[in-house]
């Protein structure tokens, strides 16, 4: 995964061996984990590493990392991410140095290499971003080697035209792409919607980073394989009695795999801080 550090790698080393078979072994589960920990840990210091001047991640919040994370962090180096309207954590997921955040927050005009890590600018309006990705995702069907693109389109109310419209393109031309979206309202079922472009709709509880990863693992799969596009609709599971946080989730997952505790949760905090520290 182009994000993983050596101090990150070197720490999945130290746990446990898999107990007989799981889908997810132990490494993966707390790679997902040790990221979403990351993942909320860079949306809370945002704020105060903005400057007058610097770019303004409006789109990044906290709670939210399950989907984020679970989505990309099988995304290979050539594959391309549309992070989101005004949302910078998934790019550092995506391999962008924490050096690069640090410019683009003293100052918006800095020079970032998104192409080079296979990003969409996060400052371009969400239907730019889509548009981009589905011309990347063309490039990639005509290449044959298997590269996708992933679109986190956030709210599913807010990004509906955009979305409808390149699910359209998606489905008629049969592109690798894998859609993303957040549906926390009641009301369509932005899932059952995707089938009215000829492409698969899931949807998962977006609180539980264990089921998105199976489904997001499942859809690159299926682009790769030249199937096409899916969306994955990320939404309040209704059997849920209330709102989980979902690092709290993945925490009750690893404690039950029993490779989880109050110590290596802090020396995964320390590795972000380590890296977050990077001028």
Known sequence: MPMRSKPLTDLLRTLPPDEGFALISNRKLFEIFAT?????LLVEQLP???????FAPTGDAPGFEA????CTIDLLGA???????QALAPCIVKGLPMASLHALARSAATRTPWSRYRLIAPALP??????RALNAAAVNKAEKKKKIAVALCG??????????KAMARAGKQKLPVLFVCRNTVDGEDAAASATRYGLPGIAADLNDAVALYRVAT??????RRGNGATLIECRPW???DTPADPIALIEQALIRRRIFSARLKAQTAALFKRQFAVR
């Open 218 to 223: 499942e859809s690159i799969a299926h682009a």
């Open 126 to 131: 969400l239907e730019e971003q889509l548009e």
């Open 79 to 85: 594959d391309t991410l549309a992070p989101g309207a």
């Open 238 to 240: 209704p059997l849920a």
């Open 36 to 40: 979403m920990l990351h993942c909320r």
């Open 155 to 164: 709210d599913y109310a807010t990004a509906k035209p955009a979305l409808r």
């Open 48 to 54: 105060a590493l903005v400057h007058e001047g610097g």
């Open 67 to 70: 989907e984020r994370i679970a």
